[in-house]
């Protein structure tokens, strides 16, 4: 029945994703085409100083709240107190951020935009989306936050059609997460049931999620870090080129990570029940498993970007081309990384490993942009992230290797990369067909996941197999 559920949670969890990924095919064009590189720029990088905010007032309790709820999550008693000590603790700490980002937003020269992203803050002192991702029940997480989604679409697809849409657009995005945070609350009642508790219970979690904290501080000025640099350092239309080519190779990462998010209460689990073989045996699994997609992945994308760029984006985003390569091997070690801090360092509470890797890897990626933006613009901004996820998978393989029996299987990942190559090169002699356009790039891709699918399953690499009697 576990093994059962694993499965039907990463259905429902990939589903999300392949929505996730497929619904900005319309959108990411459109408000692109709309917005331009400039106001595309300036929403991410309102984004990404919106983000520092949403970090303190989460305080880490995201991750802390699906282990702890993991832990107790057979004793509804305890599940219940549990749940309302968090929660409790969430609304008093959020509350604090909320006004001094309200006070923050008076003051700044995007007074409006920050404003109109204050529902952002006000949504992750609402959400709870991580009990029921304690519980693993992700066909809700999934279905509520499709729903939130689609919502999102429509909204976009009317209301928003040229660079005067600005507001509207970050409005929209306010909205949404205000509404999926929103949203679980009306499914908690069968769940739990209310229990008083007091401010000691509540600030008891304090210093456990403080820890959590400091690895989601390092992980987002990881991830948020390089767009703020671009856009100190250079204009917003280069910060709309950096960051509609991470969002294209992120989209796709998301989806080959959906078994990360899956597996992390299991994990959890497994480890209260000390369990630790099992848990090896369950990441190397799930590792072979996303290394191979994501290989695939990274190969297919490599062939088709110049015309997904051309068809999706506009010749003013024709730099994405260059900039994409760059980061495209973020795909499988971004993929590798998380894949063992979710299943392996945050279940066993080995925080002190996560913290430093990942503040590591920060410190590299600011260096390399602030010595590569002055000259290279957002291809430097790209290549500070993509070592600095190189340094997180290399330091986090040797670390699992150290401490348990697992063996990152190298020649499994060679023959991926030798199926992926072939993939590309018959990809790149469909260009000689005198095909063009949309029939072009779609032919491109469909041909490439065959013969890369093909090649795996010769070379006997391709784990479809052991999906289905994955344990």
Request: positive net charge.
């Amino acid at each position: 029945m576990k093994n059962k559920n694993i499965l039907w949670n990463f259905f429902y969890q990939a589903s999300y994703q392949v929505l996730v990924v497929m619904l900005p095919v319309i959108t990411v064009p459109l408000v692109s085409r709309a917005l331009q590189p400039e106001g595309i720029g300036t929403w991410n990088y309102i984004n990404s100083i919106v983000s520092y905010f949403i970090l303190v007032a989460g305080l880490g309790l995201s991750s802390y709240g699906v282990r702890e709820i993991a832990f107790v999550r057979n004793d509804k008693k305890k599940l219940s107190e549990r749940f309302w000590e968090i929660q409790g603790f969430n609304v008093f700490f959020s509350s604090s951020i909320l006004i001094i980002y309200l006070i923050f937003s008076f003051f700044s020269k995007f007074s409006i935009l920050f404003f109109l992203q204050s529902l952002v803050v006000l949504a992750t002192l609402l959400d709870i989306s991580w009990f029921f991702q304690g519980i693993e029940d992700f066909k809700m997480v999934s279905i509520v936050n499709a729903v939130v989604k689609i919502f999102t679409f429509i909204l976009t697809i009317v209301l928003i059609r040229d660079q005067s849409d600005l507001n509207t657009y970050v409005g929209i995005m306010g909205f949404s997460s205000f509404l999926s945070g929103l949203a679980f609350w009306f499914f908690i009642k069968d769940k739990v049931f209310f229990v008083k508790v007091s401010l000691k219970k509540m600030w008891s979690h304090f210093v456990p999620a403080l820890s959590f904290f400091v690895v989601k501080v390092a992980s987002t000025l990881f991830n948020n870090m390089n767009t703020t640099i671009l856009g100190v350092m250079t204009s917003m239309a280069v910060v709309g080129m950096f960051s509609n080519s991470l969002v294209l190779i992120m989209l796709i990462t998301s989806l080959v990570n959906s078994l990360n998010t899956v597996l992390l209460p299991r994990m959890s689990s497994l480890e209260k029940e000390n369990q630790e073989q099992e848990m090896i045996d369950l990441l190397g699994k799930a590792i072979d498993i996303q290394v191979f997609m994501a290989v695939g992945c990274m190969f297919i994308v490599l062939g088709i970007i110049s015309g997904v760029v051309d068809l999706f984006l506009g010749s003013s985003f024709r730099e994405v081309v260059q900039i994409v390569p760059i980061l495209v091997p973020v795909m499988l070690l971004a993929t590798i990384q998380q894949a063992i801090a979710n299943m392996y360092l945050v279940p066993k509470n080995k925080i002190a490993s996560y913290t430093r890797t990942i503040i590591i890897g920060l410190v590299i990626n600011i260096i390399l942009c602030l010595l590569l933006v002055p000259n290279w613009g957002a291809s430097g901004a790209a290549v500070g992230y993509t070592v600095g996820q190189f340094y997180l998978a290399f330091s986090r393989v040797i670390i699992l290797s150290k401490e348990t029996t697992y063996r990152f299987n190298f020649k499994n990942l060679l023959l991926c990369c030798v199926a992926g190559a072939l993939a590309y090169l018959v990809i790149d002699l469909i260009n000689m067909t005198g095909l063009n356009g949309f029939i072009l790039t779609f032919t491109q891709g469909l041909l490439g996941l065959m013969v890369y699918t093909l090649m795996t399953l010769l070379l006997k690499v391709n784990p479809a197999l052991e999906l289905l009697k994955f344990k």
